[in-house]
């Protein structure tokens, strides 16, 4: 049986879990939920059915959201050497037991984000938007990966991500993984049009020695690129900030409902209201407890959300119909 016949299937029953089929009307998925992995669900939303695409991924080398990763080979550095900093490729990464974030190289990351965004494509209006947060990383052979509170500070349980070194990848260097994600996305014909850099004036003060502390993360605008001519796509700039300058400081927000990670909504309403009209269609593929959908339904748009840990789906869902 081809990949194209086979549903994604669900666990949950709730109205708002949502089972895609290939070519399903846009109609019938909007305000919903589906579980799964953005690469396979991508390729079964209509074509040219969203307006805008706003999300925050798994950053390199952070996180696990307690989904299983096969440390063993993936921390087997003799056997990714092996390999070597070329990535096999998203799908065959899965194959083997990997989790997007968790690559043993940060350029695997960066592909595999590549990789999926493009599957995006098709789906995205010729006017749409596709807004991505994204932050960066140090460099260390031995890092560790802390799932609960603000950067898994609240966590004491531990698990060790080993990463090859070489090249860029030295101890203490800053890794810039959000730049070399936006140029491959630029590789990859998209047009960033904007980064946004999101100062955050209560980021966590670090106790280093030797370094001022991260405070902002990169939010980047891509719009597609046209056959012919410049690109043209929905913008107003009415709901922007009052400055309209590509700085913003805003709070970083707790976390709720078990993710840690979760977008404050005084960043992500002026992105919606400007790049999607009212009534539009807003997808988050990586949707976690849905932040991002709730406020594009409290702005007059229609909302559709992916998500891969199940856990996550119930509160996102209730977020949705309350």
Not at 190 to 214: C, F, Q, Y
Not at 296 to 301: P, Q
């Amino acid at each position: 049986m081809a990949l194209d016949d086979v549903p994604i299937l669900f666990f949950l029953a709730h109205s708002w879990v949502v089972t895609l089929w290939p070519n399903t009307s846009i109609e019938k998925l909007l305000n919903k939920i589906a579980e799964g992995d953005a690469y396979d669900l991508f390729g079964l939303l209509p074509s040219e059915s969203v307006d805008l695409i706003i999300t925050s991924p798994p950053y390199w080398g952070h996180r696990d959201y307690d989904l299983k990763h096969n440390w063993k080979l993936f921390n087997e550095i003799s056997s990714v050497k092996k390999i070597g900093t070329k990535t096999p490729g998203y799908q065959w990464y899965r194959s083997q037991g990997g989790i997007l974030g968790l690559e043993p190289y940060p350029e695997w990351y960066v592909t595999h984000l590549t990789e999926i965004f493009r599957r995006a494509v098709p789906c995205l209006k010729p006017g749409g938007s596709l807004w991505i947060n994204i932050g960066d990383t140090y460099f260390a052979r031995w890092s560790s990966i802390r799932n609960n509170g603000r950067q898994g500070f609240a966590d004491r349980e531990r698990k060790r991500r080993k990463t090859p070194m070489g090249g860029f990848r030295a101890e203490k260097q800053l890794l810039l993984v959000p730049s070399r994600f936006a140029i491959a996305m630029q590789d990859d014909k998209w047009i960033l049009r904007n980064d946004l850099i999101w100062h955050k004036p209560n980021a966590l003060p670090l106790p280093e020695s030797d370094r001022l502390n991260l405070a902002h993360e990169h939010f980047f605008h891509f719009v597609k690129k046209p056959k012919y001519g410049r690109a043209r796509y929905y913008y107003d700039t009415t709901p922007l900030e009052s400055r309209q300058t590509d700085v913003v400081s805003i709070f970083v927000e707790p976390g709720e409902d078990g993710h840690t990670a979760t977008f404050p909504k005084l960043l992500i309403k002026p992105r919606i209201l400007s790049c999607s009209p009212p009534g539009g269609v807003v997808l988050d593929p990586f949707c976690g407890t849905g932040r991002a959908l709730e406020v594009a339904l409290e702005s007059g748009r229609r909302a559709l959300g992916f998500e891969l840990q199940s856990k996550f789906i119930e509160p996102a869902g209730q977020r949705l119909h309350k």
